[in-house]
Nanobody, 126 residues
Framework: EVQLVESGGALVQPGGSLRLSCAAS????????MNWVRQAPGKGLECFSS????????WYADSVKGRFTISRDNTKNTLYLQMNSLKPEDTAMYYC???????????????????WGQGTQVTVSS
């Protein structure tokens, strides 16, 4: 059974930091590009960061560039997202998703992603 399990979401104050993890199982993690996608309340899905299979190429949307860092450990089948300088507008449900190509656009077509996690909530508020 394919599983992507996100963890690390929490309530954090503006300016704070969080580290999200996404544990993969049931498929060959190292063969897939990986992505972080979020959905803010009342808004659509937004892909904001992607990383290639080997971890050497990463893409970030302008909204998170310089604040977030995506990484992966193929020996642990785990994807990470380090989030610094968090803002209230970062409040959203955060999903990890696997794909067969690295995404470099914020627009999300769910059919272009092979596997999805169930999400973890990040709330940035004072």
């Amino acid at each position: 059974e394919v599983q992507l399990v996100e963890s690390g979401g929490a309530l954090v104050q503006p300016g704070g930091s969080l580290r999200l993890s996404c544990a993969a199982s049931g498929f060959t993690f190292r063969s897939y590009d990986m992505n972080w996608v979020r959905q803010a309340p009342g808004k659509g899905l937004e892909c904001f960061s992607s990383i290639n299979t080997g971890g050497g190429i990463a893409w970030y949307a302008d909204s998170v560039k310089g604040r977030f860092t995506i990484s992966r450990d193929n020996t642990k089948n785990t994807l990470y997202l380090q989030m610094n300088s968090l803002k209230p507008e970062d409040t959203a449900m955060y999903y990890c998703a696997a794909s067969t190509r690295i995404m470099v656009d914020t627009t999300v077509d769910p059919d272009e992603y092979n596997y999805w996690g169930q999400g973890t909530q990040v709330t940035v508020s004072s």
